[in-house]
């Protein structure tokens, strides 16, 4: 079974800083997306960004990147230039691409904090 | 950009009553998806629907609970009798194809609460 973990329950940063978020996770499929959902106060979930594992490049979506490492199984995200705006919660997720309709499996979430 | 839209966003109901939650996916939408987060958790997956019949289901989703597209917009879940441990954040979802890399779009979930 597909598991995600994030070790972080809780991190806080100053504004304008840029912070890590850590998720492993453990699979024997070689075929997967990985996501990081943003979870805001409304308790929306915003997709930040999302990798395919078949792609070496890291994906980037402007002030968000990830470190995927495939071998070790670790997906980070890095937010650059942090805003107050970034406080929420955030979730790494995973999705295997076996069947048609896979569901995504989620990890416990890390609760951010900018700090003014 | 498109929405998947979820009423009612609060609802309250008594322990032992039945209650539906109802979703309008996107409307090129083949895959539809219940999760659902408990206050502080995170989000489970409850069930997944494709082509008008369960793809997949967690051991959460047992038989109190029922998923049914009725009328080719809405998708609903259905709670037969609930309990106080079903209060949540119930999310809908859907995507086109998501194997094939389409997203997956959630809705702004509805809050269940159960005294």
């Known amino acids: 079974a597909q598991t995600v973990t994030q070790s972080q329950p809780e991190m806080s940063v100053q504004e304008a800083e840029t912070v890590t978020l850590s998720c492993t996770y453990d699979?024997?499929?070689?075929?997967?997306?990985l996501f990081w959902y943003k979870q805001p106060p409304s308790r929306q979930m915003i997709l930040v960004i999302r990798?395919?594992?078949?792609?070496?490049q890291n994906a980037t979506e402007n002030r968000f990147s990830v470190n995927f490492q495939k071998a070790a199984k670790s997906f980070s995200l890095k937010i650059s230039d942090s805003q107050l705006g970034d406080t929420a919660m955030y979730f790494c997720a995973f999705m295997r691409l076996m069947n048609r309709d896979d569901k995504i499996i989620f990890g416990k979430g890390t609760r951010l904090h900018i700090l003014p | 950009e498109p929405e998947v839209t979820q009423t009612p966003s609060h609802q309250v109901t008594q322990m032992g009553q039945e209650v539906i939650l109802r979703c309008v996916p996107i409307s090129n939408h083949l895959y539809f998806y219940w999760y659902r987060q408990i206050l502080g958790q995170k989000v489970e997956f409850l069930v997944s629907f494709y082509n008008n019949e369960i793809s997949e289901k967690s051991e959460i989703f047992d038989d109190q609970f029922s998923v049914e597209r009725p009328d080719g917009s809405n998708f609903t879940l259905k709670i037969r009798s609930t309990k106080l441990e079903d209060s949540a954040m119930y999310f809908c979802?859907?995507?086109?194809?998501?194997?094939?890399?389409?997203?997956?779009?959630f809705g702004s979930g509805t809050q269940l609460s159960v005294l």
């Open positions: 979802a859907s995507s086109e194809a998501p194997t094939q890399g389409e997203k997956l779009f």
């Open positions: 990798q395919e594992a078949y792609k070496q």
């Open positions: 699979t024997s499929e070689s075929n997967y997306y």
